[in-house]
């Protein structure tokens, strides 16, 4: 039976988030960039040298997980497009061993109000999903440069292609649930 840990939800401010990523905001953070028409930029890491948009509808499913996913080689940003304010669980990407997983303790979650997005680092360990706080959902871009869903569901089984996807089962692996508190 799995040991339930919680996890105190946060503010997502840039302070806190700074270990996972960047916040996408007009108000919070000076851009990278401005051009003389007013546009405010922020400079994202596409190694594979192209953009990937993708919409992602997230429906209400509670507030309690068992697995963290990190991504090699690629950084993920999610812009929040309506609906539910959500919340995400994060845990810092180590040393970049492969073999290594963060200690439950050290998940943290932020919640997000619909207000600005976020941009995940290369190798942080995040949740498979946002969690919206009531139904029915939240909608989300992401901008990435390589879809991992495969990489996820074992379309490399029985295949040496170096993964770009790791995921845990901390309720296999440690015997531990999450659930996320306010």
Known sequence: MATLQWVKIEPL????FAPFGQIISAQDRAPDFHTTSGTRGWA???QAGRPLLMLLHTPYQGLSFGKLERHFNLTQTFLPMGGSPAVVAVAPPGSGDRNEVPAP???RAF???????YLLGRGVWHSLDRYPLYPPASQWVILTDRETQED???????QHAMRLT???DFAARFGVT????M
């Open 178 to 181: 999450f659930s996320l508190a």
């Open 13 to 16: 401010t840039d302070e806190a």
């Open 111 to 117: 919640l997000l109000d619909g207000s600005r997005g």
């Open 152 to 158: 996820l569901t074992g379309a490399y089984a029985g």
């Open 166 to 168: 790791q995921e845990v």
């Open 44 to 46: 994202v890491d596409f």
């Open 105 to 107: 303790s050290d998940v």
